[in-house]
């Protein structure tokens, strides 16, 4: 008995399987020229030829020729075959297979499918009603108004009307290619994302991201992962950048390097913006949050920071400016000001307000610092320390100072090392003399008109007064303290910038941290492609075809 109620329940479950594929409505035949049913040529089929027109839930077949199989509700149309899914999809090619039990087509031959979007040619496609979606494993070439993509295979979603490639893809615009293995694009929109090693080609940059969002109709960008814009002479990247092409805009946030080719020059932040002029070759450029630019003299990096940094100007003619609390560092030099303004043509740097340097153990300060680079040899060429010019370096085995002042200071480098200094007008002198033994003989004060030494890295050699001279060598027993000291004498070792990250003030470095452990988290995260904008998946309500009347 339970056998046979176990039979009986497998039956009516069968039963009502079956009722539910039945359900699906016949193929309607609605046109033909001649029709025939021939057992021998086309066992089971209506042959139908001339003029064919069928339809079925809402689509339409036109051919030639067509096999009927009403058994199976399946069609087979030759020759001149479209189909027609109301006003939103056309399918043309040379032969095509229609189920109408499961809503499944099939084509092949010089295939055209075209949406009001885009038309896309191929050899074979195969088209699933139920889900509205083609796919295809041949090359196709998909065209619009804007672009020319082709593939080898790839999906289409009619109803998002997206496209979909997961092998080689390329988006050819008259502007620019983009080449990806992993793209989604949509028609409507020319929303394109794209997820892998992808490229996008023009005259102007190349740019690599394996993350990305590109609007092939306003030309805005976004990249996330392991991207960069790589100019003729500049490469940017960043944990993510923005750009804009229509207005050659960029910026980058996070982790932010750009790279300049022509001048050796590398800079570095958290944040920053790009304008480039096509015509005129004055680009633009602004960095910050812990923002620094390195450049190489000479196997020895320059390092500059300044809470925000503005560079313009031609390749060869850039303007180099930073502002608020800027500092510098080189392996034998270093210093700090309010600002700098750097002038890459003339190869003049401005240190702005309150500067102050240091050249191994001298501390040198004055009103106005100036340093002059050489173009030819690209190496430093002089120094210029105007007003107040004061030079302050500790005595080796003392507590005292040795201390050089006057009106102005120039001084003149040798491979890059300050060699020579001039100090002129009003000069004043204390100096510790020692021997060779580097005993003490004496400590020379004195004023004169003009004082010139030499100096070999962090020792002063010669020291020689000119014109006017006046003053002695004391005995340091007859010099009493308060006398060694000359006025406006101001010690400021504790400030000294020593290493590379002695550049950046505490706020910068602890943002630094914080923008390190989010990167940290964020790489760690399983990779997957972009989801689709709001903006992306609203278009067609936001950009409503105009009502034909």
Known sequence: MKKLLFYLGLFLLVVNIAAAQKKSSPINIEYSDYADINQTEIPDALLLRGNVRVSHDGVIFTC???????????????????????????LNS?????????KQAYATGNVVMRSPESTLVTDTINFDRNSQEAFYNSHATITNKDNTLKSKSGRYYANEKKFKFLTAVTITNPKYTIKSNHLDYYTNSGHSYLFGPSTITSKENYIYTEKGFYDTKKNLAYFKRKSYIKYKDRRIEGDSLYYDRNREYASATNNVKITDSINNGLIKGHYAEIYRDLKTQKDSMMITKKAVAITLVENDSMYVHGKKMIITGKPGERIVRAFNNVRFYKTDMSGKCDSIHSDQKTGLTKLIKNPILWNYENQMTGDIMHLIGNNQTEKLDSLKVLNNAFIISKDTLSTGYNQVKGQNLYGKFVDNKLREVDIIKNTEVIYYMRNDQQELIGINKSVSSKINMILDKNTIETITNYNQVDGDIYPEAELPENARKLRGFIWRGDERIKTKDD????????????????????KAKVDKPLEPSKETLDYDKKNPKPVVK
């Open 64 to 90: 030639n020729k067509a096999y009927f199989f009403q058994k199976e509700n399946y069609l087979k149309a030759f020759g001149d075959v479209q189909m027609v899914q109301g006003d939103t999809l056309y």
């Open 503 to 522: 550049i950046f003030p505490q706020e910068e470095l602890d943002l630094d941290a914080k923008i390190q452990a989010e990167s940290k988290v964020e």
């Open 94 to 102: 040379k032969y095509a297979e229609y189920n109408g039990e499961v």
